[in-house]
C-alpha cells in the first residue's frame, strides 16, 4: 500500500488550530484564575468568559489505549479539546460549566487521579530508565509510580506550603529537572567500570573509548591491547561503556539513587536554586523501593510541618539552616555531602555564625 | 505504567517484549539497552534515538526499538482528531507506546524498528507533523502555556516557540552544532516551563512599569484569611510593599519583579506598562561541570512577531559557539571557558549590572589596548 | 663597645607585664562598656572599677620622636600604659578619671586626632607603597594621609550608620585587609611588562625567572637568549619583576587604583563579605590623588545617606541591589567588573528578578 | 607620615636619603626598591625582610634597607619604659623609622643597613625582644585585645597567642613550611583582628548556651530611644528574637551567635554557658586563586591552657600540608585542591553539616571501598 507524499522542514502545525474557541476568543485577554479544587480550576476573562480546567495525573509513558480513552472523554465532554502541562500532566478544557461534573464523575470511575492544581505535589517529572535508556541505573517510571501511590493524597487533596516538585533522573545525565526540584531521586553508580578486556580488544574502538570520558580517566592499555581506568579520576558516569559496552558500569549490588532537595526554578521570592545533596546513597530495591519512598515521605513531612506558609522547601531549609534540616531529619552527615567539585571552595562555611 | 505497557503489549510484540525485557531488569536491578548505531529518516540527522536491546536473543521483537520524536505544537494543545490519527499511525507502525511528553517537550513515541522510520516520516509529515530534535542540533522548543491561558503571561510565549521551530528548521534536522540547543520560553518570571534550569536559551517575560493595586481586592483577600503582612509584605525580596492594614502600597521602582505578590493576590494585582522579555543563557544538566542555570543577558527585549531581535541574537551567538566551542561543550558551558566578556563583546552586547549578582572580588582583571586608550 | 649577650627562641615577654593594675584585677571580667565620645570610651569591670581608653590616629609609620611623644603623655597621665589596636591607633589607659581631661587637652595641644570609637571611619589600614616596598604600584601612606585629611571629621566626630573600615593596598598582594574592607583602595598595574633582553640576558636567572610566574606565561626566548610574555595569561602582578627587574612593570602612565566595596570580616548580621569592584581604575596622582579622595568620599556619603541603622555599606549595598548601587553613585559599569576569574559562574546572574 | 619622616631625617641620614627617594617616587609616580638577596641574623632564617634601594648611587644610605621585625606582645600593650628604650636601640642602629604595627602584628623597625642586624639582635634579644616571622614559616600570631578590656570574650585571646608563639618558636624563625603560615585569635564573632579575612588558622571565642537577657536594661536602651524591633529584632540573622514592646525574648536554640544584639545592647545581654572557640582555616589575599575567608573545621573546642587540643590539632594540619603542599601554596590552598575529605581524613576530624553552608549539588561524589562496605 502506497505511502502518502512526505514533507520535509516544515515544522508542527500552528498551535492555533489546537485551541478551544474561548481560548481562540479571549487569547492573552485574561484577567485572572480561581482553584476551584485540586483537580479543577477557572480561568475568567476581561470578557467575562471562563474556561475551566480538569487536570489528571498521567503516568506520561501512555499507551494508545490510553490516550484514545482521554480523547473519547474530550470529544464527549469538551469538543475534543485537551491538552498536556509542562509536568505531564493532562488537562481538559472545559468551556461549559454543566459539562465539568459529568467529566469528573467518569474520570473518577475509570480511575483517574484528578489533582495537582495549587500548593501541593504535582506530576513527578522523570525519565526513561530500564525501559528505555541504556543509561539507567535504576528505573524511572517504576519509581514514580511507587512514590505517586504513596503520596497521592498530597496530589488529590492535602495542602502542602507550597508546590512541591518532585523529579527522578534515571542517571547523573539528570534528563529531568532533578537538579532544581524540592525533592528529587538521582540514580548512581558508585563503582569504577569492570572492564573484559578480551571484549574490548574485539568489541571497541579504543581511541574513541579514550575519547568518550569527560574527566580523562581512560588511558590505552597497550599490554592487554585494551585500556585502564584511574580510579581517582573516575566519577562513575558510564559515557566509556556508552561507546563500548564490555566496559561494564551496572552493578546491582552497588547502583542505586541519591536524595537531592531544596531546589527550585521559579523567581518568586528567592532566586531559582540547585537542589543540594540529602540522600547519598539509597541501594536499589524494586519494584517498590520502600527506602525511597519513606525518606521522600520523611523528608516531605519535616517540611509541612516546619514551613511557613508559601515557603519552598528550598527557602524553609535556607530559613533553618541546613545544619538544622540535619538535625531535624536526623538524616547522617557525611564525606560525600561536602562538595569536592568545581566551586566547592563557594559550598565552606565561612562564618563562626552557625547552629549547633 | 506497567498497566500501560500491559496495555499494549496485549496487541504488540514488541510492547510484549519490551515488557519481559523490563521484567527481568527488575529481577536483575540493571538495565539491558544499548547505545549502537545512528538511525533516522532520509534528508535528516535528528528527531531518532537509535536503541538495541543487549539481549536480542531473549527479545528479539525490541532488538532494535527506536524512539520517534514528534515536534509537539506550543503549549501541548491538541484535539481528539489528531491523537486518535496518531494513535492508529503508530498501533501500525510501532511499539504502542508514547511519553507525553518528553522531558524537552516531543511527543515521543516509544519503540519501533529501523525499517518502519520511514512509513511513520510519511504518515505524519503528509499531516502536518515534522520530527523534533536530537543529537547536536536545535531541540524541540517549549513554551509555557501563556497567553492562552495565564493572566500573567508578559509574552506571547506560544507565537514565539512556533516562529523558533519554524525559523530554524534546518537547524534542528540536520546536527551542525558542538552540541544540543535548547530553547524555553516563559510568560513570567514564575517560569512554569523551567526555562532557567534546562534551556542553553531561556526567555522569560517581564514588564517595566507599576503594578496595579486594586485595593477593593486586597480587602477581599484580607478578609478571606490573608495575613497580608506575612504572607506578602514580609516575603517581598525587595521589600518595597508596605500594608498599613487597609491599602497596600508598592514602591515600584525597587520591585524586582519577582511575581510572588502577584501571584498569590491574582486578583488584586497587576503588572502594567510595557511588556517584553529577558534574555538568559546558558543552563544545562551536571554533566560535565556541574549544572548552571542560564544568566542574564539582555535584561529587557521588546517581543513583537516576527520576533526578528531575538533570531538575529540567536545567530550571533550561534556563531559564536560554532567559532570557538569545543565538541560536546554546551554554550554555557564556553561562555564560563571564555569568559563573559568575549561573548558579549562578540554578539554585540554592552556590559550591565543585570548581567551580574555581584561584581568581581578579585583584582586580576585585563585590559585591552581599546580599555587603556580610553 | 661589646654587645649584650644575645638570646634565642625566646619570644616576646609575657603580656602580663605591659598590663595596667587595674586590667590585671580585672582581667576577663569585665561587664559593659560604654563609648563617650569619639575618642573616649569606659570599660566597667563587676568589681566596679573603670579603665578610659583614649584613643588617637597615628600614621603607624612612626618616628622615635612621635613614640617618645606618646610615652612621655602615658608616663604623664596613666602610669605609662598605653597600647596600640589592630587598625594601629594609639590607647591611652587610664585608671584615674581625673586625668582624663588632662591628657586629652595635652594631646589636643599637640595636634593629635582623637576618635575612630563606635559608628564612623577608624584608621585607614595600609601596608609599605613607595616607603619600602618593591611591589608598591601606588603610595599607601600618601593615600592614607589625603583620606584621613579629607575624612577627619568622621574620625573625630560625625557618625555613620556603622563602622567604616576603610583600607589601603599597594598591590594586588593586599597586604592589608583591602579585599574584606567596606571601603578600599588597591593599587594595580594594567600593562605586560616590559622586557629589557640585553639586561635579562646578563642579570637574570631564565628558569627562576620563568617559575616565579603565577600564570605560567612565562617562557624562554631562545633566540634572544631572554624570556618573552603571553600577554593573554598575564595579570600584571609583577611578580617576574621582583625576581628579575629587567623585566619592567612599573609603569607611571598605567598603573593606578581601584577602589572595591561592600567587604566586612565581622560576623555581625550577615556573614564575613570579600569587597567588591566598583571603580576599576583611577590613575595615580600624587601627592594627593584628588579623583580617589573624591571617589571615595562620594561613595561613603551615598552610605550614609540611604543606609539603615548599624548596616555595614556590604549590608546596604545587598538590600538595594549592585545593579541600584551603580544608579545611585552613577558609576560606570565595565567589563572589567564582570568577574571571569575561578568563581566566575558564581557571580553572573541566575534569576529574572533584578531592579532596572 | 611625611612629617614622621622629615622628624626622623634630621638625625638620620638613612631618613634623609629615605626622604629623598620617596619625593622622586613622587616626581615619578614609581617606586625605586628592589627585592634583592636574603638577610638574617644567625641561626634565624625569619624575622628580617631585605630591601635594596634601584638608586644607590643617588640614595647611598638606604642601598640596603632592611625591616627588622620585633615580635609584639599579645594585644600590643607597651609600657613607656620599654618603649623608650626601643626608641634609643633604634636610633643607634637604624633610621628612626618603625610601623606600629605591620598588618600581621609585628613591631616593624624600618630600614637598617645588613651589619646592624647582629647587634639590633643582641640589643633586643638579651632585654627579652625576639624578632618576629617572615618567609615560608609561621608568622607573628596576633589577637584581639580580649578578656584584658573587653567584656564579650569567650576565650583568653592574649593567653593563647602568647601560648602559641612560645609554642612554635623553631617553625617561627626557621622557615620549612611551603608558604607563611598565620595564625589570628579573636575572642568573638565580631573578629576585632580581622582573623577570619587574613589567617591561616583562626580562632574564634563563642558559647554554648543561653544569652541571658535582663529586662531592666531593655527598657533602658528602649528608654533612651533604640528602636528594639528594627534595630536589633529584624536585623537578627536567625530570626529568633521576639520583642512585644516590654519583654525581649530569645530562642537560643535558632541563635547563630553573630553578636549584633549584644553588641549593640552590651548592658542587657550577656552570653552564658559553656565558652570555647570555633577553629576555622584558609583565609588569604587574593594572590593566586583568588582571596579566600577562613572555613570551619572544628565548630567548637574548649579553650583551657595549655591548649594542647589546639596545639595536637595545629601540629596535624601542618603535616598534612608539609606532606602535600606545593611550593607557595598556601594551606588554604591546597584543602581547596585537595577537597576538604582528604585534610579532615588526614587530621581526623569528622564531616558535620556546620563545615559547609550547603551540601554539595552535584552528583558527581566518589567513593572509597570503606564506604561502599558500610
Ligand atoms: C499548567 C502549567 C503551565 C503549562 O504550560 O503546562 C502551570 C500553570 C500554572 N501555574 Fe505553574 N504551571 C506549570 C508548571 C510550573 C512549573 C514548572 C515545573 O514544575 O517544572 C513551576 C516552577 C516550579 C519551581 O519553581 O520549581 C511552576 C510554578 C508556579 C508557581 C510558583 C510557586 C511558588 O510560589 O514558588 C505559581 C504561583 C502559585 O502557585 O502561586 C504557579 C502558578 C500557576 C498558575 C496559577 C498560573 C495561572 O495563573 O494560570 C497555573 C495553574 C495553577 C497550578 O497550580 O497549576 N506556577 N509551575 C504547568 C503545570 C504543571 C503541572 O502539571 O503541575
Ligand atoms: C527522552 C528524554 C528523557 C525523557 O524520557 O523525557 C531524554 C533521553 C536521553 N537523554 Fe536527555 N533526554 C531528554 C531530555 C533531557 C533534558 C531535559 C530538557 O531537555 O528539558 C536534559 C537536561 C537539560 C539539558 O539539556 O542539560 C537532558 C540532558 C541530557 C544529557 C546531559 C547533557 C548535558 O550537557 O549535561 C545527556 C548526555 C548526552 O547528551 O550525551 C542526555 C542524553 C540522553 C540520551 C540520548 C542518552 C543517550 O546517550 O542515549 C537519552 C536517550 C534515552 C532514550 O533511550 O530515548 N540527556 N535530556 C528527553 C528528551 C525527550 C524529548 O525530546 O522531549
Ligand atoms: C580596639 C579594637 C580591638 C583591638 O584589640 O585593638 C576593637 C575594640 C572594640 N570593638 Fe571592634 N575593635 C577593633 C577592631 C575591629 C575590627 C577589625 C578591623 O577593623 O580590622 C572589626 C571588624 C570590622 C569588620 O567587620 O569589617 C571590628 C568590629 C567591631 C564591631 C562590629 C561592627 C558591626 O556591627 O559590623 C563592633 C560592635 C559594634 O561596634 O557595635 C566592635 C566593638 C568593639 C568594642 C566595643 C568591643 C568592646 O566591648 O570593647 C571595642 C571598642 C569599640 C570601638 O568602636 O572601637 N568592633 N572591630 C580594635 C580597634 C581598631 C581601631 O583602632 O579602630
Ligand atoms: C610589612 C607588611 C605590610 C605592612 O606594611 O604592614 C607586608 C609586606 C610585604 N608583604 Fe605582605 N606584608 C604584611 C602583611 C601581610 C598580610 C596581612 C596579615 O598578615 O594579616 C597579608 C594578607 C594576608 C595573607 O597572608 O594572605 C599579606 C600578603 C602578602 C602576600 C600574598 C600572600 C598570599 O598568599 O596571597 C605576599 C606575596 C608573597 O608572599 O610573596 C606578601 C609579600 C610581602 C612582601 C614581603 C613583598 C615582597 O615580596 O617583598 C612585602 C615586604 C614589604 C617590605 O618592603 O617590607 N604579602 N601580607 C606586613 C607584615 C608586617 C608584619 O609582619 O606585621
Ligand atoms: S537520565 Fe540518564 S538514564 Fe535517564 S533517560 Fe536521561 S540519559 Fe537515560
Ligand atoms: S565512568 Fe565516566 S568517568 Fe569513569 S571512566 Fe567511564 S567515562 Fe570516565
Ligand atoms: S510562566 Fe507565568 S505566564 Fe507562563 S504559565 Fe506560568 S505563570 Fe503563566
Ligand atoms: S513582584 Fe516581588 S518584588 Fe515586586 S513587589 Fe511583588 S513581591 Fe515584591
Ligand atoms: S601590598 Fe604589595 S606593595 Fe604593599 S606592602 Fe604588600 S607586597 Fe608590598
Ligand atoms: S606580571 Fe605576573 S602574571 Fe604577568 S608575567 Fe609577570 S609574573 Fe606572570
Ligand atoms: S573580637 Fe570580640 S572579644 Fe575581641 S575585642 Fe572584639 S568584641 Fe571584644
Ligand atoms: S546573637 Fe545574633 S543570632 Fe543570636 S540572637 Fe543575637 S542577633 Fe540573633
Chains 1, 3 share one sequence.
Not at chain 2, 3 to 24: C, F, N, P, R, V
Not at chain 2, 331 to 350: Q, T, V
Amino acid at each position: 500500500m502506497a505511502l502518502p507524499q512526505r514533507r520535509t522542514d516544515i515544522g508542527p502545525p500552528h498551535f492555533k488550530e489546537f485551541l478551544p474557541p474561548v481560548i481562540q476568543k479571549n487569547y492573552g485577554d485574561w484577567k485572572y484564575h480561581e482553584v476551584i479544587n485540586a483537580g479543577l480550576m477557572v480561568h475568567v476573562a476581561n470578557s467575562g468568559d471562563k474556561v475551566w480546567s480538569v487536570r489528571v495525573a498521567s503516568p506520561r509513558l501512555l499507551s494508545t489505549d490510553t490516550i484514545r480513552e482521554y480523547t473519547a472523554l474530550a470529544t464527549k465532554y469538551c469538543g475534543g479539546y485537551l491538552r498536556w502541562t509542562t509536568r505531564n500532566n493532562v488537562e481538559f478544557l472545559v468551556s461549559d460549566e454543566s459539562q465539568i461534573a459529568p467529566l469528573q464523575a467518569e474520570l473518577k470511575e475509570k480511575g483517574h487521579l484528578m489533582g495537582g492544581i495549587g500548593s501541593r505535589i504535582s506530576n513527578i517529572v522523570h525519565t526513561q530508565g530500564w525501559v528505555h535508556c541504556h543509561s539507567a541505573c535504576t528505573d524511572a517510571s517504576g519509581l514514580v509510580k511507587v512514590l505517586m501511590d504513596d503520596l497521592s493524597e498530597y496530589f488529590t487533596t492535602k495542602e502542602t506550603p507550597n508546590k512541591v516538585r518532585l523529579a527522578v533522573a534515571c542517571c547523573v545525565n539528570m534528563c529531568g529537572a532533578v537538579h532544581c526540584s524540592d525533592i528529587a531521586v538521582v540514580a548512581i553508580h558508585r563503582k569504577v567500570p569492570v572492564i573484559d578486556h578480551d571484549k574490548v580488544k574485539n568489541m571497541c574502538e579504543i581511541p574513541s573509548t579514550i575519547a568518550a570520558c569527560p574527566t580523562g580517566a581512560i588511558s590505552p592499555d597497550p599490554a592487554k591491547k585494551s585500556i585502564k581506568i584511574n580510579e581517582d579520576k573516575c566519577m562513575y558516569c558510564g559515557n566509556c561503556f556508552t561507546v563500548c559496552p564490555p566496559v561494564e558500569i551496572h552493578d546491582p549490588e552497588n547502583d542505586g539513587v541519591a536524595i537531592v532537595v531544596g531546589g527550585k526554578v521559579g523567581n518568586l521570592r528567592s532566586e531559582p536554586k540547585f537542589s543540594k545533596l540529602a540522600i547519598p546513597f539509597i541501594k536499589n530495591n524494586p519494584p517498590r523501593w520502600p527506602e525511597v519512598t519513606a525518606a521522600v515521605r520523611m523528608i516531605l513531612e519535616a517540611y509541612i510541618a516546619d514551613a511557613k506558609k508559601h515557603e519552598r522547601v528550598g527557602e524553609w531549609i535556607e530559613r533553618i539552616g541546613w545544619e538544622k534540616f540535619f538535625k531535624i531529619t536526623n538524616l547522617p552527615f557525611t564525606f560525600q555531602h561536602i562538595d569536592d567539585f568545581v566551586i566547592a571552595r563557594e559550598t565552606f562555611r565561612n562564618t563562626a555564625a552557625f547552629k549547633w | 505504567f506497567v498497566t500501560e505497557i500491559k496495555k499494549a503489549a496485549a496487541k504488540s510484540d514488541m510492547a510484549a517484549d519490551e515488557l519481559g525485557q523490563l521484567e527481568k531488569s527488575y529481577r536483575d536491578r540493571r538495565g539491558y539497552w544499548k547505545h549502537g548505531g545512528i538511525v533516522g529518516v532520509r534528508g535528516y540527522g535528528s528527531g531518532v534515538i537509535g536503541r538495541y536491546s543487549s539481549l536480542p536473543e531473549e527479545f528479539p521483537n525490541v532488538a532494535n526499538f527506536h524512539t520517534y520524536r514528534i515536534n509537539s505544537t506550543s503549549g501541548f494543545f491538541y484535539n481528539s482528531t489528531f491523537l486518535n490519527e496518531m494513535c492508529d499511525i503508530w498501533d501500525k507502525y510501532g511499539s504502542g507506546l508514547t511519553n507525553m511528553h518528553g522531558s524537552t517537550g516531543d511527543l515521543v513515541l516509544l519503540g519501533t524498528t529501523t525499517e518502519n522510520l520511514e512509513p511513520l516520516f510519511a504518515e505524519f509529515s503528509s499531516r502536518g507533523w515534522d520530527l523534533g530534535g536530537s543529537g547536536s542540533a536545535m531541540r524541540t522548543p517549549s513554551c509555557c502555556v501563556g497567553a492562552a491561558r495565564c493572566e500573567w503571561s508578559n509574552i506571547d510565549t506560544m507565537e514565539i516557540n512556533y516562529q523558533i521551530t519554524q525559523e530554524f528548521q534546518d537547524e534542528m534536522h540536520r546536527p551542525a552544532f558542538p552540541y544540543k540547543f535548547k530553547f524555553k520560553t516563559a510568560g513570567c518570571a514564575v517560569d512554569c516551563i523551567a526555562s532557567i534550569a534546562r534551556a542553553d536559551c531561556s526567555i522569560i517575560g517581564t514588564w517595566k512599569g507599576n503594578i496595579a493595586v486594586d485595593q477593593a481586592e486586597v480587602a477581599n483577600y484580607a478578609g478571606k484569611g490573608m495575613n497580608i503582612q506575612e504572607e506578602i509584605v514580609d516575603m517581598c525580596p525587595s521589600k518595597c510593599m508596605n500594608y498599613d492594614g487597609k491599602t497596600l502600597s508598592i514602591k515600584d521602582e525597587d520591585c524586582v519583579r519577582c511575581m510572588h505578590c502577584i501571584a498569590k493576590m491574582t486578583k488584586a494585582l497587576k503588572a502594567t506598562g510595557e511588556k517584553g522579555a529577558t534574555i538568559l543563557v546558558g543552563s544545562k544538566a551536571p554533566f560535565v561541570i556541574g549544572a548552571t542555570l542560564s544568566h542574564v543577558i539582555v535584561p529587557f527585549m521588546k517581543m513583537e512577531a516576527p520576533f526578528d531581535e531575538l533570531k538575529d541574537l540567536t545567530r550571533k551567538m550561534w556563531e559564536f559557539w560554532d567559532e570557538y566551542g569545543k565538541n560536546r561543550e554546551r554554550i554555557g558551558e564556553l561562555i564560563i571557558r571564555k569568559g563573559m566578556r568575549e561573548f558579549l563583546e562578540y554578539i554585540g552586547i554592552d556590559p550591565v549590572p543585570q548581567q551580574v549578582k555581584e561584581p568581581r572580588r578579585d583584582p586580576f582583571f585585563f585590559w585591552t589596548e581599546a580599555d587603556l586608550a580610553k
